[in-house]
């Protein structure tokens, strides 16, 4: 399994921006693609983005023109650049490689706290 580490969270007021960090040892060599979730207390684990292993990302209405990724090739690391951030944006953070099968298999890492607010 990749083992992945985010990290990069913290305490930060509206409209303020933030660079998560997920690194995942093997996900350029093998070509993987990465996911990004996040979980709200007491609610449902949702879906916030994609970056497929060719550039291609795909990202949820919520975060839409306000979060970005960039990727450090050469670190085995996706950045997830989070702008303007709202106190909806609040959660724990999760990233996730795909497919998960084969070398890009993964579990759930620790997470990292986003706290949005005044």
């Known amino acids: 399994l990749i083992e992945l580490v985010e990290s990069g969270g913290g305490l930060v007021q509206p409209g303020e921006s933030l660079r998560l960090s997920c690194t995942a040892p093997g996900f350029t060599s093998n070509s993987c693609g990465m996911d990004w979730y996040r979980q709200a207390a007491g609610k449902q684990r949702e879906w916030v983005s994609r970056?497929?292993?060719?550039?291609?990302?795909q990202w949820a209405d919520s975060v839409k023109g306000r979060f970005f990724i960039t990727e450090d090739r050469a670190k085995d690391t996706v950045y997830l650049q989070m702008n303007n951030l709202k106190p909806e944006d609040t959660a724990m953070y999760f990233c996730?490689?795909?497919?998960?099968?084969?070398?890009?298999?993964?579990?759930w890492g620790q997470g990292t706290q986003v706290t949005v607010s005044s």
């Open positions: 970056i497929m292993s060719d550039g291609i990302t």
């Open positions: 996730r490689t795909l497919p998960r099968v084969g070398p890009c298999l993964s579990d």
